[in-house]
């Protein structure tokens, strides 16, 4: 497809458990982020990519996040011994570079129990 | 720091007529971009329509115009002969225009609700 693409969309998870979310962006877009919406809220940005670069991780609420984009295309969003207070949709969002929008995936669904 | 705020939690409107979604923006950066974004129920955010801040005319996109004035830090959503499917959440949204800050900081949203 040609739009940004997130797997799985919807997550369930035990308390203390690990979970990825990944996100795969549209083909040759440079910039990939990653963004976190509580309900009824905006979303909150988490952390940047340019390529493999990590530029900005000012975001993440805790050492349990952790965000890699190793080949500069993919992206695994890593959350550690989660939380309830996780619980959230992960949204992940791709541009050509600075000059041109944001495109978001569908988002993942994470609930902890 | 950036700040974006939208004052409507929410707005019903009459089928086909114009709506104006509020938005205020707050920053000390010279160069910035507005946007506005759309969320239906299904949860995927579509873009709408983009400002920068030297650009000197309101940006249009089909149905949907920015009324952009500086001075006041404003950036409202103007949809015009509004249609049932345009019932949503909207967030405006800012960013700079610097390398290695590109991140977006939304507002809280304005759901509006079309009704028949």
């Known amino acids: 497809g040609a739009g940004v693409s997130q797997s799985p969309r919807y997550k369930v998870a035990k308390r203390g458990q690990d979970v990825a979310l990944r996100c795969d962006p549209i083909?040759?877009?440079?910039?990939l982020f990653w963004y976190q919406q509580a309900l009824g809220q905006g979303p909150e940005f988490l952390t940047y990519f340019q390529n493999e670069a990590q530029l900005d991780k000012s975001g993440l609420p805790s050492d349990r996040f952790f965000a890699e984009r190793p080949e500069g295309s993919v992206s695994t969003l890593k959350i550690q011994r989660t939380q309830q207070e996780d619980s959230a949709v992960y949204l992940c969002?791709?541009?050509?570079?600075?000059?041109?929008?944001?495109?978001f995936g569908p988002g993942t669904r994470l609930t902890v129990l | 720091a950036q700040k974006i705020t939208q004052t409507q939690p929410g707005m019903f409107v009459q089928e086909k007529e114009a709506v104006t979604l509020d938005c205020t923006y707050d920053?000390?950066?010279?160069?910035?971009?507005l946007f506005w974004y759309k969320q239906p129920s299904s949860g995927e955010m579509i873009f709408l329509i983009y400002?920068?801040?030297?650009?000197?005319q309101n940006a249009t996109e089909g149905r949907y115009s920015l009324n952009f004035q500086k001075a006041r830090k404003s950036a409202n959503l103007v949809i015009s002969a509004s249609q049932l499917g345009d019932s949503a959440l909207y967030f405006c949204a800012m960013r700079t225009i610097l390398f290695g800050n590109e991140k977006l900081t939304f507002g809280t949203g304005t759901r509006l609700t079309i009704i028949p």
């Open positions: 083909s040759g877009h440079v910039s």
């Open positions: 969002a791709s541009s050509k570079d600075m000059y041109n929008e944001q495109f």
């Open positions: 920053t000390s950066d010279q160069s910035y971009g």
């Open positions: 400002q920068g801040s030297y650009d000197e």
